[in-house]
């Protein structure tokens, strides 16, 4: 018998777990693969859901430069 341990998806996680509405990346699959990152789309997909708060959507546009839908985040906020 094998027991799984239950593991809660952090924020960036959780919004790379949407399919992007820019360029259709899966779930779980990266927009762009070096360096890794997501289309802001899809944290903003995900606020809009209630799967992210709204502070750390906060932290995610602050440290952005120039803020449109497609911009690349990458490593989500830290």
Do not use: F, N
């Amino acid at each position: 018998m094998t027991d799984t341990i239950a593991r809660t998806l952090t924020e960036t996680e959780t919004a790379r777990a949407r399919q992007c509405a820019l360029c259709w990346a899966p779930p779980g699959t990266p927009c762009q693969r070096k360096p890794e990152g997501d289309h802001l789309a899809r944290y903003l997909d995900a606020y809009t859901a209630g799967q992210v708060s709204r502070e750390y959507l906060a932290m995610v546009l602050a440290e952005l430069v120039v803020i449109t839908r497609s911009q690349i985040i990458v490593g989500g906020a830290s």
